[in-house]
């Protein structure tokens, strides 16, 4: 069945570090690929999307780019700030009855 | 835009007692899905509604949850009797058709 597997956590990196944030995915046919943010004590807010492959998402400074060939879409940022600190979830949306599948999230702590 | 409302935020009850959500999406959005999220944890997709009616609900344990999402715009998500596992935040989202989906703040449910 359709499913996201995306990088066990905690991560904790510095300000100012690279951070990236694994994701693949399993789907037929050609879903829609998104980054959810969860802030603490918060409902998850949409990052960004991509919707065909080679789609690239970018929001707030991070990208992500749908990857057919390797069925990812990793999400990155070259520059973490505190504000950052947050639960991140990749998510699939299968196009064919609109449904979604989240992965378990990755946290992220930046540290000043 | 007004974005989707949950009541209560938190709701703190003794197991075996009943408890209801409320869940108002975006004005205009067809789709409505129920999650549940416990700590730590991706959301798991409940129950997803079409207008009034039931979409999927393969998740959804109907021994003691049900969902009603009446004339296709609010809906309800009860819970009868509570068990100790069923403690997590209950998220209600909306779409407006295909991909993107919208958050409430989520209810916090803790079942002593």
């Known amino acids: 069945g359709d499913s996201v597997t995306q990088m066990e956590g905690p991560v904790t990196l510095s300000e100012e570090a690279f951070l990236t944030i694994n994701c693949t995915y399993t789907?037929?046919?050609?879903?829609?690929l998104f980054w959810y943010v969860q802030y603490p004590g918060e409902g998850l807010q949409l990052l960004l999307k991509?919707?065909?492959?080679?789609d690239k998402g970018s929001n707030k400074g991070f990208e992500a780019t749908y990857r057919k060939e390797t069925t990812s879409f990793h999400l990155e940022k070259g520059s973490v700030q505190v504000s950052d600190s947050a639960v991140y979830f990749c998510?699939?949306?299968?196009?064919?009855?609109?449904?979604?599948?989240f992965g378990t999230g990755t946290s992220l702590t930046v540290i000043p | 835009e007004a974005g989707v409302a949950q009541s209560p935020r938190y709701k703190i009850i003794e197991k075996r007692q009943s408890v209801a959500f409320w869940c108002n999406p975006i004005?205009?959005?067809?789709?409505l899905y129920w999650y549940q999220q416990i700590l730590g944890q991706g959301p798991k997709l409940l129950i997803q509604?079409?207008?009034?009616?039931?979409?999927?609900d393969s998740q959804l344990p109907k021994d003691r949850f049900s969902a009603e999402r009446l004339k296709g715009v609010d809906s309800t998500l009860k819970i009868q009797p509570a068990k100790l596992e069923d403690s997590a935040v209950y998220l209600c989202?909306?779409?407006?058709?295909?991909?993107?989906?919208?958050f409430g703040p989520g209810t916090r449910l803790t079942v002593l």
């Open positions: 509604f079409q207008n009034n009616g039931v979409v999927d």
């Open positions: 991509a919707t065909k492959a080679d």
């Open positions: 789907a037929t046919g050609y879903p829609s």
């Open positions: 004005s205009g959005h067809a789709t």
């Open positions: 989202a909306s779409s407006p058709g295909r991909d993107t989906q919208y």
């Open positions: 998510a699939l949306n299968t196009n064919t009855g609109n449904q979604f599948y």
